[in-house]
């Protein structure tokens, strides 16, 4: 594969082309991780943390966003502690016992990890989607961040925009590796994109999910109706609202197709015609669809995962392809899932 530079596989940079990669005989390691301003790296191993605890601030970037601060308050929820959404005493000294956890990793480049198909640009045009062979990656760079569940913006600050993406390079990345990888899984597809996505198998069983609208995050809750995991999630609009209730996760599609009906989407041009869409991670509904009681309704993955939290849906309950992932480890068919303002 032909040496890829970090920084020019999707992230624009106004003052410089991109660079040819220079041959070299053998991998140049990775740098140390950066003091770039945007990734402070104690919120970034917090994130860490609590993600491997279940509750996730969908990307790992080492802000202090509104869904870092959510998974704060999550965690702080299922620790009996005051919801401050901060990292005050009490809940370092809750985070305390896991302090070993790192927030980076050095990581080799495997040939896989890099390995197309890609398609770039993707099309925006439903109908043009549809006639692909798979909603694939736009770049070798875009597929390592997903699969350290951050933005190619992260990976580039904490390595360089000169690191070339080649088999045998050492790069650095946020610790998303998970404990385990003995997954209970019979689909072979299905579980080759649970791995790659670094989801863990070890995973707890929920009882019920409540989404939470006023909140922006899907729990996991068990039978006690204690929280033990949360997403963030993008969820209804003023067209197409959170529709308030309780529902039943009637069972989940693996790498599904998704069909185009343009009376379900907003802002679908007059004219429009039906259109199924092929699979792949940035088809969009992501990588896995669970289907609920309620007609046409979902909860589900996103091409976009940057945008969870920030920007509408058509109803349906948004979360990042790993999220979603992890979350379908965790319910069955007939899961009941609580939707509340």
């Given at each position: 594969m032909t040496a890829t530079a970090l920084g020019f596989a999707g992230i624009p940079k106004a003052d410089a082309q991109a660079p040819k990669a220079e041959p070299q005989q053998q991998a140049q390691p990775a740098r140390a991780p950066t003091a770039d301003p945007r990734i402070d790296l104690a919120t970034l191993k917090a994130q860490v943390i609590l993600s491997k605890l279940g509750f996730s601030s969908g990307l790992l970037d080492g802000k202090?966003?509104?869904?870092?601060?959510?998974?704060?308050?999550?965690?702080?929820?299922?620790?009996?502690?005051?919801?401050?959404?901060?990292?005050?005493?009490p809940t370092l000294a809750a985070l305390k016992r896991y302090d070993?956890?790192?927030?980076?990793?050095?990581?080799?480049?495997?040939p896989q990890m890099i390995a197309g198909p890609f398609i770039n640009p993707t099309p925006k045009d439903y109908a043009d989607q549809s006639k692909l062979p798979g909603l694939y990656y736009r770049s070798p760079?875009?597929?390592?961040?997903?699969?350290?569940?951050?933005?190619?913006?992260?990976?580039v600050a904490l390595n360089s925009r000169e690191t070339p993406l080649k088999a045998g390079q050492q790069i650095v990345v946020p610790n998303a590796l998970p404990s385990s990888r003995a997954y209970d899984i019979d689909d072979a597809t299905w579980k080759q994109t649970v791995a790659y996505l670094n989801v863990d198998a070890q995973q707890p069983k929920a009882d019920h999910v409540v989404v939470d609208e006023s909140e922006g995050v899907l729990k996991v809750m068990d039978g006690q109706d204690r929280v033990i995991a949360q997403f963030p999630a993008t969820m209804g609009s003023a067209q197409f609202p959170l529709p308030i209730g309780e529902w039943t996760i009637k069972g989940a599609a693996y790498n599904p197709d998704?069909?185009?009906q343009p009376e379900l989407i907003a802002g679908s041009k007059p004219g429009a015609k039906e259109a199924v869409v092929p699979?792949?991670?940035?088809?969009?509904?992501?990588v896995v669809w669970m289907d609920l009681s309620k007609p046409?309704?979902?909860?589900?993955?996103?091409?976009?995962?940057?945008?969870?939290?920030?920007?509408?849906s058509n109803g349906c309950i948004r979360l990042t392809n790993w999220d979603a992932a992890r979350l379908a480890l965790m319910v069955k068919p007939g899961t009941k899932a609580l939707f509340r303002k």
């Open positions: 202090n966003s509104a869904a870092f601060k959510g998974a704060i308050r999550g965690f702080q929820e299922s620790r009996g502690l005051g919801p401050t959404g901060r990292l005050d005493a070993a956890a790192e927030p980076t990793k050095t990581i080799t480049l495997a760079l875009e597929k390592l961040a997903e699969m350290f569940h951050t933005s190619p913006e992260v990976l998704w069909k185009f699979p792949g991670p940035n088809n969009p509904v992501g046409h309704y979902g909860i589900h993955g996103t091409p976009e995962p940057q945008n969870i939290g920030k920007t509408e």
